[in-house]
């Protein structure tokens, strides 16, 4: 029998991730790959600031620490936030079955591309993380709008 993950259980390693980041001086933004029997394959946060690294978002952190997968179909992208345009790409690529995001009030990204192309998107619209995400892009909008790519 094939039991539906606990996506509330899952959700708790990104944000652990994402309060790593936020305790860093980082943009908090955490993330977790999880295989759909629930094993956790990798975890990261986005590190734009503490490494100087523009590349480094939480999904692509969580990916890389993932290591390689023969198949990501049937893996988790869990992540506090809806992912950016870039990580919904990476989402696409290596055909990642499922995605997890905490929240999409402050920003949506690409989850409706997403959605349209057959991915199974779940919002669980976390409290906790629309609240870190409001008060982060409220303090710092300069450095948020660096990230999603905004002038
Ligand atoms: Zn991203």
Redesign the pocket.
């Known amino acids: 029998m094939i039991t539906t993950p606990d996506y509330r259980a899952l959700l708790e390693t990104a944000i652990d991730q994402a309060r790593i980041g936020l305790a860093e001086g980082g943009i908090p933004i955490g993330a977790a790959l999880y295989h759909n029997d629930g094993r956790l394959l990798g975890c990261g946060h986005n590190r734009r600031v503490q490494e100087g690294d523009p590349s480094i978002?939480?999904?692509?952190d969580a990916f890389r620490k993932a290591g390689r997968q023969r198949s990501y179909r049937d893996t988790i992208m869990v992540t506090t936030l809806a992912?950016?345009w870039?990580?919904s790409g990476l989402v696409r690529q290596f055909n990642i079955g499922t995605v997890v995001v905490g929240e999409s009030v402050t920003f949506a990204?690409g989850i409706d591309w997403l959605r349209e192309a057959g991915v199974k998107v779940i919002d669980l619209a976390d409290e906790r993380c629309i609240e870190m995400m409001e008060r982060f892009t409220t303090a710092h909008p300069a450095l948020w709008n660096e990230d999603i790519g905004e002038d």
């Not at 978002?57 to 692509?60: D, K, N, P, R, Y």
């Open positions: 978002h939480g999904e692509t992912p950016c870039y990580c990204g």
